[in-house]
């Protein structure tokens, strides 16, 4: 009868055990990256009495978490291709803002412009008035090519700046995962899996996922070894690998003025272009390439713009009354009023962020008979050289004579349209792949209410069963005890 | 079957829920700029498309405004013509009348006070201005162009405007060509752009080269092609200017010096000189017909360059709202048919949100 006590006993416990499991489950429904977990039930080893093979009731063999490895590691590849196309869809949208001529007006529109004033001046080129408006138009010109420079900038900026951010947080997610390592470790070598600890270090390398592609093993020890795609190791054992961000001043690197991801302790090594997927990869795709690249574009336009407007009209006359030699020549001996060479546009130091330092000359600053229309002096109906200027407009000067300057922007806004909308289109679609592979994951690991439920009601009725086994063996000794008396 | 956890059921309506309403964001922000694009990633091609009609439409404006003004100068230049034929004209009738020898020297120099009157006429309609531009003056306009002894002072500047895309045509004839009939000048109307042979070519910009240095290249290329220009230039004002006209042996045929020598004949009493003259009158009418002719034809391809402009903008406006704006139909049915999954999809998910085992068995 001592038997059948402690084998109700067995039962209860296990009961319990089970119940508090469904409690556990249920409390951690909501928590991100938790594995429902399921207690392993054995029966309690036999014993041999009288010939006889004796049950001795259940035990408790382990609590297991429902987890798949596999579907984990998908989880991390499509968590890291998401993030990369959702980041880099989210700045080429700012980068293309700056171009979005639809509803506003950008850079096409004032070139347009410009061209067209000096049309007009070509109608009235004695008339003063639109010479300034076609000052004004310049303005504007140079105006927008600083407004693109400046956003491009700004925007590189940002991303250099979420950069530094990024790192803070992948260092502090390496240190904790290398934490958990250690006391995985520790509390594994006492006892069995220790699922909660497990659950919240994959959430981690999850979470880091969302920074680059991550790769991931067991070092047989029940210890993660981590490492970035591309990069090197981030984690090993109970040791993390720390990051840092860095500009210029680094010792033993090119200087480009952008912060640049090396490691910690390695600081002449940077790996900035060699991170793969994730959030970082795409921020450092769009800074260094396709802003780059625009940034060349524009500032290719401006060079080519201003240069061979300044070429054209360096040939005109000053619409100004001029002295002639006898024959016929003019006579320039004022160093200060030049009547002739003049430049419109200030001429630029270097091809290299152009766009940023352009500017009118001064001699067209200071004076507005100093845009010249004649190619001859005392010409004032002349406006052969204001023509010229409005023709550059369809001329091919660019990359070998064939494109124009209009078609050249235009490529550089079809360009940033086009991959800003594939990684829009990107987005969506690993959105997509990431949802289903969450989903998988969460079907096979997450908890259901229902099934707790069920479990509970399960649970419950195997306890009060085992408490009823108990309450006889109780009776059956009264039964016993009451024979003597 | 497959297991269905608490997460993954929010999660698949949290996922059905945020993708009809962003659909049902992009419609709504189409529908409020009736825009069917309102980035440049909506549609590359066809942002790209589009800006470059506006510029075009843009040129085109402005061409138009270039159409308007050259036709402005030419309807007064063709006026001045007409005015100018009409007085030589009017002196024409009274050469043939004192050609003969009915008239005495004291009528002579009574009519010789006529034909100084019609002199004066001519001379302010060869000083005409439209504004303050004087329009015969070639390009120095701002200038009489004959002083008082119809002595031309401007040059023979042919001005040129754009008025569609890549054709130009002179808006203005230049006082030796109407006044002096043996410039050869008049005939032709050279490209305006003709010396900008740079243009036709790229200057080349190697990226090792320091930009300084490139701009002394392209200015040494310049200054060559400067300084044929400029030797022209100078050669064709020698033959326009009055400076050798007045020096030279034998007098130029002139519309003023033929009056000039007119009145002189005719207070000299010469009918002789009067009848050499009458040859010249009719060589300096027909020379103003043929200027009126060219002044007309050029009227025409005005109008017919301004008339293909307005074609080509309502062509570029089709294909501009073919390309950008939302077919408003379709839109609101969009819309409509977005709302409605939207609404079935919260009901979708109400059912499966709301209730657990929970609310039966416990």
Do not use: C
Not at chain 1, 34 to 59: E, N
Request: aromatic share 6%.
């Amino acid at each position: 009868m001592a038997d059948l006590l402690s084998i109700g006993k067995t039962g209860l416990f296990a009961s319990k055990k089970s119940l508090e499991t469904t409690g556990h489950n249920l409390a951690n429904a909501n928590t991100e990256g938790f594995s429902r977990q399921r207690v392993i039930q054995q029966t309690g080893i036999p014993i041999v009495k009288g010939g006889l093979i004796h049950g001795t009731g259940s035990r408790i063999k382990n609590v297991v978490r429902i987890h798949n490895e596999h579907v984990e590691k998908k989880l991390h590849d499509a968590t890291s291709e998401h993030s990369f196309f959702k980041e880099k869809a989210f700045q080429l949208a700012q980068v293309e803002d700056v171009f979005n001529e639809i509803n506003q007006d950008g850079l096409n529109k004032v070139l347009n412009k410009f061209f067209n004033s000096f049309r007009e001046l070509g109608n009235q080129p004695e008339n003063e008035t639109i010479r300034s408006y076609v000052r004004d138009n310049a303005k504007l010109v140079l105006k927008d090519f600083k407004r693109i420079k400046t956003t491009l900038d700004s925007i590189d900026k940002n991303i250099s700046r979420k950069v530094q951010a990024n790192v803070v947080a992948i260092n502090q997610i390496i240190t904790n995962v290398a934490t958990l390592n250690k006391k995985i470790a520790t509390s594994e070598s006492s006892s069995d899996e220790a699922s909660d600890l497990r659950d919240s270090r994959d959430n981690k390398i999850n979470q880091l996922s969302e920074f680059f592609q991550t790769k991931v093993y067991s070092d047989g020890k029940g210890r993660y070894v981590v490492s970035a795609e591309g990069v090197g190791t981030l984690v090993a054992g109970g040791e993390a690998q720390l990051l840092a961000v860095g500009g210029d001043n680094r010792t033993g690197s090119e200087p480009d003025g952008r912060m640049h991801v090396y490691f910690k302790n390695r600081p002449s090594y940077p790996f900035t272009n060699k991170i793969k997927k994730g959030e970082l990869a795409a921020m450092i795709a769009v800074r260094d390439q396709d802003i780059g690249q625009l940034r060349k574009n524009v500032d290719l336009v401006a060079f080519e713009f201003i240069n061979t407007v300044n070429a054209i009209h360096r040939r005109g006359y000053v619409n100004r009354q001029v002295k002639l030699d006898p024959q016929g020549k003019a006579i320039d001996n004022n160093k200060n009023h030049p009547i002739n060479g003049i430049n419109f546009f200030a001429v630029p130091k270097e091809l290299k962020n152009i766009s940023e330092n352009i500017a009118l000359s001064k001699e067209v600053l200071a004076d507005l008979s100093n845009i010249t229309t004649a190619m001859s002096p005392n010409s004032p109906g002349d406006n052969r050289i204001a023509l010229a200027i409005s023709k550059l407009q369809s001329e091919k000067i660019l990359d070998n004579g064939t494109t124009t300057l209009e078609e050249k922007y235009l490529q550089s806004i079809g360009t940033i349209g086009l991959i800003s909308g594939k990684a829009k289109l990107n987005a969506d679609q690993s959105h997509g792949i990431l949802n289903q592979t969450k989903s998988v994951k969460e079907r096979f690991s997450g908890v259901s209410i229902d099934e707790e439920a069920a479990n509970m009601v399960r649970y419950q009725h195997a306890y009060d069963a085992s408490a009823k086994v108990m309450k006889t063996a109780e009776e059956m000794f009264q039964t016993v005890l009451s024979i003597k008396r | 079957m497959s297991r269905v956890s608490e997460n993954s059921s929010s999660a698949a309506v949290n996922f059905a829920i945020s993708r009809a309403k962003s659909k049902l964001e992009d419609l709504q922000l189409k529908g409020s700029t009736m825009k069917s694009m309102n980035r440049p990633s909506d549609n590359p091609v066809s942002n790209i498309e589009s800006l470059t009609i506006k510029s075009a439409t843009a040129d085109n404006k402005q061409y138009m405004r270039n159409s308007n003004f050259a036709q402005l100068n030419l309807s007064a230049t063709e006026h001045a013509l007409e005015n100018i034929t009409d007085i030589l004209v009017k002196t024409k009738e009274i050469g043939i009348a004192q050609a003969s020898d009915l008239y005495n020297s004291d009528v002579r120099k009574n009519i010789s006070n006529e034909v100084v009157q019609l002199r004066n006429e001519l001379l302010v309609i060869s000083n005409k201005r439209i504004g303050n531009k004087y329009i015969f003056g070639g390009y120095a306009t701002t200038k009489p162009p004959f002083d008082k002894d119809g002595n031309y002072r401007g040059d023979s500047g042919q001005m040129a405007l754009e008025i569609s895309k890549d054709f130009f045509i002179p808006i203005n004839l230049n006082g030796s060509e109407i006044f002096f009939s043996d410039d050869d000048s008049s005939a032709k109307m050279a490209h305006p752009l003709e010396k900008f042979q740079q243009m036709e070519r790229t200057p080349k910009y190697d990226v090792g080269k320091e930009p300084k240095q490139l701009e002394d290249e392209k200015e040494e290329s310049l200054q060559k092609i400067d300084h044929s220009i400029q030797e022209k230039q100078t050669q064709k004002r020698d033959l326009a200017s009055n400076a050798e006209h007045q020096n030279s042996f034998k007098p130029r045929d002139n519309i003023f010096s033929q009056l000039n020598t007119f009145i002189v004949a005719l207070e000299s009493n010469d009918p002789k000189l009067i009848q050499d003259l009458l040859e010249k009158f009719d060589n300096s009418i027909s020379r103003l017909i043929t200027l009126r002719t060219r002044v007309g034809s050029l009227m025409n391809s005005l109008e017919s360059a301004k008339s293909g402009i307005d074609q080509e903008n309502i062509d570029f406006a089709t294909r501009q709202s073919q390309i950008s704006d939302a077919d408003v139909a379709e839109l609101f049915s969009d819309i409509q048919k977005q709302q409605q999954i939207l609404k079935t999809t919260y009901q979708a998910g109400k059912a499966s949100l709301n209730r657990t085992l929970m609310d039966f068995v416990l």
